[in-house]
T-cell receptor, first 113, second 111 residues
Framework: SQTIHQWPATLVQPVGSPLSLECTVEGTSNPNLYWYRQAAGRGLQLLFYSIGIGQISSEVPQNLSASRPQDRQFILSSKKLLLSDSGFYLC????????????FGDGTRLSIL | EDQVTQSPEALRLQEGESSSLNCSYTVSGLRGLFWYRQDPGKGPEFLFTLYSAGEEKEKERLKATLTKKESFLHITAPKPEDSATYLCAVSSAGANSKLTFGKGITLSVRP
């Protein structure tokens, strides 16, 4: 069966510090991968998605970037965090096809001080 | 642009009191409608996919239905452990596997 891992579960960072959140998927090959941010009362906002190694699409211009160095690894990064980057970050995967559900990790709660 | 609206925003039920959660959508060429359950501090857990009007799916006390404009998640005789936020999402023909999510409905079931 397929599993998805995200870490860390919680993170407290000072403003201006760098960020690296990692997500890995097991039990499937060539998944679509997604990064979301969830803010209270605002629903899930898609940040990045990837259909293959090195192929990243950005949905919202912002202070973050994403990379996919391996087939089942997706990384969310920032060079300098802003206060507005605080939130709950979720990674998800799906098989190819627009009628397929996405499956989520347990998220990272990021607090910027 | 795909749109999803869920109502009500919050719902409080007594244990055993059945009810329905609504998800209204506007898409150009529906490919799938998805229901998720999310517990506090956790990622959404996939529940159902519905593909065409008239389709129904069931899992324990939950039953999801679909029309051309909306979906309902019916909860029969809920228990306190059904308390969670329920999210609805749609995928459309031009969305390239991306989903559009509603803001969710927070369900509280009192014992």
């Amino acid at each position: 069966s397929q599993t998805i891992h995200q870490w860390p579960a919680t993170l407290v960072q000072p403003v201006g510090s760098p960020l690296s959140l990692e997500c890995t998927v097991e039990g499937t090959s060539n998944p679509n991968l997604y990064w979301y941010r969830q803010a209270a009362g605002r629903g899930l906002q898609l940040l990045f998605y990837s259909i293959g190694i090195g192929q990243i699409s950005s949905e919202v211009p912002q202070n973050l970037s994403a990379s996919r160095p391996q087939d089942r690894q997706f990384i969310l990064s920032s060079k300098k965090l802003l206060l507005s980057d605080s939130g709950f970050y979720l990674c998800a995967w799906s098989v190819l096809g627009s009628n397929q559900p996405q499956h989520f990790g347990d998220g990272t709660r990021l607090s910027i001080l | 642009e795909d749109q999803v609206t869920q109502s009500p925003e919050a719902l409080r039920l007594q244990e055993g009191e059945s009810s329905s959660l609504n998800c209204s959508y506007t898409v150009s060429g529906l490919r799938g409608l998805f229901w998720y359950r999310q517990d506090p501090g956790k990622g959404p857990e996939f529940l159902f996919t519905l593909y065409s009007a008239g389709e129904e799916k069931e899992k324990e006390r939950l039953k999801a239905t679909l029309t051309k404009k909306e979906s309902f998640l019916h909860i029969t005789a809920p228990k306190p452990e059904d308390s969670a936020t329920y999210l609805c999402a749609v995928s459309s023909a031009g969305a390239n596997s991306k989903l559009t999510f509603g803001k969710g409905i927070t369900l509280s079931v009192r014992p």
